[in-house]
């Protein structure tokens, strides 16, 4: 059965940081892309940051580049999103995805999906 579980959202202050985790399990890890995207109140759901399977290739979101880091222990499988300078724009529920072999981030090119951890930024 394959899963992917999120951790480690919560309520910090603007300024602050957070590092979220998403362990996968049923699946060979390193043969997938991981994403992460989020999903704020009354909006789409949006890519933050993804990394590719080989090469370990990273892609930002502008809105988070220079604030936001992805990376990935396939030893552990598990990807992480570290998340400094956090903004009130960021609030919003995190997801984790996977796409087999992806190169493309996009909702749509995703092959799994957890269930999201809640991240809110107060001002």
């Known amino acids: 059965q394959v899963q992917q579980v999120e951790s480690g959202g919560g309520l910090v202050q603007a300024g602050g940081s957070l590092r979220l985790s998403c362990t996968a399990s049923g699946r060979t890890f390193s043969s997938y892309s991981m994403g992460w995207f989020r999903q704020a109140p009354g909006k789409e759901r949006e890519v933050v940051a993804g990394?590719?399977?080989?090469?370990?290739?990273?892609y930002y979101a502008e809105s988070v580049k220079g604030r936001f880091t992805i990376s990935r222990d396939n030893a552990k499988n598990t990807v992480y999103l570290q998340m400094n300078s956090l903004q009130p724009e960021d609030t919003a529920v995190y997801y984790c995805?996977?796409?087999?072999?992806?190169?493309?981030?996009?909702?749509?090119?995703?092959?799994?999906w957890g269930e999201g951890t809640l991240v809110t930024i107060s001002s």
């Open positions: 990394v590719r399977w080989i090469g370990g290739s990273t």
């Open positions: 995805a996977a796409s087999f072999h992806g190169s493309r981030w996009y909702a749509g090119a995703m092959d799994y």
